[in-house]
């Protein structure tokens, strides 16, 4: 998200990329373990209810699998747990155990594709006590989220939320979950609310807010082209994390975007002073936005200490910026070693004939030559025809009188400089009668040059 009005920039947004984790880096959840401890026996029910009690063989079976786990001997876990699968088919609370336990032997081991239909098949058992089914349908909402079915998961959550103790809020987790769980599934007004409860919950108690909460609303905004309130978002950022540098980059480049050229300026000035902008397209900015401030110099002493101190690479954009920012500064010594190196890479000869006009500018007669010879050797130009009356006109000043006729000559042959091309060539022809009056005829291919040259024919 940069700018994209009247100087190109570098995007350095984190929308689809760096900054955000929409990927869902779910080790920032806990996994809510239901089976740590007694599934229950005989003698202690874990439910007044006789449909979460126990009997001796399924007890022996968890325990004896738990404890498997335990050792990490996964495989003999789950078959111990098939096994009590195919006995318990019918009572389904040592079933829904069986099952999520065999499915976090999948978890412990990284298989979430095995364990996500191992949890679903729990939850459809509709087995478990309050609290475990309440741990089941989260833990089955994250298996979800981590095979990237951000829809199941939110299905998930929502029984969850359904059946849970609405007395007792819920944590800073499980609200970030939500908010993350419904930006992935385009729901952003839902990833805003749950975002904001996480900020307000935090202010409350006088703590920063997580970051990823901002970066939530700030990544929803962006994706609907709300430039205005991300701005707002950024500052935020910027306010708790002043030294993270994207978030400086991030700001600048979407005051760029909405053509707020002198705070984007700012904004990159103070990440510049801190030494924060680390980015070559934010120094690029910085630079371009200077000239366009009228602080050309500055722009340009800039650069070329980004480049010399290898903090920006010497690319041909960055030559020609150079280039540019020389320019406008008037600095001409500067402005032709900037051309010299910028030139010769340049895709046409523009930038030679830059050169051939400062050259002229100063009688540099031999440097407006060789500039304007390499600038048409080099290609890619207009008003071709006035750039050989320059080259002669050079080849005048120098004397070399013959030289400069079949340059006019061809000049000739293009509308624009027909006229004076016609004006030079009498005039070399008068000249060249009036030396030979003067002094017989030259010897032949050349011109002996004498008397005082005028830049224009009279």
Sequence with gaps: MMARKSIPTHRSFFVSGALFWASVALAFFAWHSVYADPYGSPAHPLNAHHRYMLNH?????????????????????????????????????????????????????????????????????????????????????????????????????????????????LSRSKVMFLAQMHYQVGDYAGARRYSRQVIAA??????????????????????????????????????????????????????????????ALSVLQIGYTRGLLTSPGDIENL???????????????????????????????????????WARAGNE????????EAAPGSKTGSLFLYEA?????????????????AALRKGGLRGIGQDYLLEGTALIHMHQYQAAIPIFRKALKYKNSTTQANQWLKYLKYKATLEEARHGPAPTGKVVPHGTVHNRPS
């Design 287 to 325: 630079v371009k936005l200077e000239i366009m401030n009228g602080n050309a110099s500055q722009a340009g002493t800039l650069l070329q200490n980004m480049m010399a101190d290898h903090r920006l690479p010497r690319t041909q954009s960055n030559l020609e910026l150079l280039v540019s920012a």
């Design 202 to 263: 935090a202010q409350k108690r006088g703590r920063i807010p997580p970051q990823v909460a901002y970066e939530i609303i700030l990544n929803s905004y962006v994706t609907q082209k709300n430039y205005i309130k991300s701005v707002g978002v950024l500052k935020k950022l910027v306010h708790y994390w002043p030294r993270q540098s994207t978030f400086w980059s991030a700001l600048a480049n979407t005051d760029l975007e909405l053509n707020h050229r002198k705070q």
């Design 57 to 169: 063989f399924a007890y022996t079976r968890l325990q004896r699998a738990q404890k498997l786990m335990k050792q990490k001997r996964y495989n003999v876990a789950r078959r111990v747990l098939r096994g009590l699968l195919s006995f318990e088919r019918y009572d389904k609370y040592p079933k829904a155990l069986a099952l999520e336990m065999i499915a976090n032997t999948h978890i412990f081991q990284g298989n979430y594709p095995a364990a996500v239909p191992l949890l679903a098949e729990a939850v459809r058992t509709n087995g478990l006590p309050r609290a475990q089914e309440q741990d089941l349908l989260y833990n089955t909402a994250i298996a979800y989220a981590n095979v990237h079915k951000p829809h199941a998961a939110i299905q998930m959550l929502n029984q969850y939320l359904a059946g849970r103790n609405r007395a007792k809020p």
């Design 357 to 373: 006009s400062i050259c002229f500018r100063s009688a540099n007669w031999p440097c407006v030559k060789h500039s304007v010879t």
């Design 333 to 340: 010594a500067q402005l032709s070693r900037a051309i010299q």
